[in-house]
Structures are given as C-alpha cells and as structure tokens.
Nanobody, 120 residues
Framework: EVQLVESGGGLVQPGGSLRLSCAASGFTLSNYAMSWVRQAPGKGLEWVSAINTGGGSTYYADSVKGRFIISRDNAKNTLYLQLNSLKTEDMAMYYC?????????????WGQGTQVTVSS
C-alpha cells in the first residue's frame, strides 16, 4: 500500500524557514518523480515544486522560485521541501505527491498534508 506521510509544518514568522519531510512507503521511491502541492484556505490546489527520480532536475512555481528547495533521499525513502523567506501568502496545507512515473505525467497518490502557518 502506498503511503505518504508529511511532517515538519508549524507556525513561523514571516521571513522564517521550515523544512518539510515526506516519508514514503509501499513503493520504490527512486522509480518515481515526486512533487509538492499546497492548498491555502478557501483556494484550490497549487502546484509548488517537483523533482525527477534521481534528484538531478528540479522544478518550481514562480511564486516560490529562489525561496524553496526540493530534494530527496531515495535511500531513506524521504522527500523534502526547504521553505525559506516565508511570506504570509505561503500559509497553506502542504501535500507531497507521488508522480505516475517520470515528471510531467501527473500524480496518483497524495499524503494527508502538513500545515504551514506564517504569522507574526
């Protein structure tokens, strides 16, 4: 059974940082691209970032480019998202997602999410 479990969210002041983790199980992480999406209160899902199977290629939404860093440790079956220079508009529930295969094919599994709150 595919399972994705996010952690690392919390309350942070504007300008602060957080590191989100996504523990993957039930599949071979190294065979799949992975992504992060988020949903702010009252808004739809927003794609944030993605990473290819080996971690050598990364992709970012313009809204987070230069501030967020996606990475993965296939040996530890874990995906990460480093959130830097956080803004109030980054406040959302963050979900990791398993891609169907290579990047760009779409996602088929999502985790339960971890909440990021940005407030002074």
């Amino acid at each position: 059974e595919v399972q994705l479990v996010e952690s690392g969210g919390g309350l942070v002041q504007p300008g602060g940082s957080l590191r989100l983790s996504c523990a993957a199980s039930g599949f071979t992480l190294s065979n799949y691209a992975m992504s992060w999406v988020r949903q702010a209160p009252g808004k739809g899902l927003e794609w944030v970032s993605a990473i290819n199977t080996g971690g050598g290629s990364t992709y970012y939404a313009d809204s987070v480019k230069g501030r967020f860093i996606i990475s993965r440790d296939n040996a530890k079956n874990t995906l990460y998202l480093q959130l830097n220079s956080l803004k109030t508009e980054d406040m959302a529930m963050y979900y990791c997602a398993k891609e169907i295969g290579f990047y760009g094919l779409g996602s088929d599994y999502w985790g339960q999410g971890t909440q990021v709150t940005v407030s002074s």
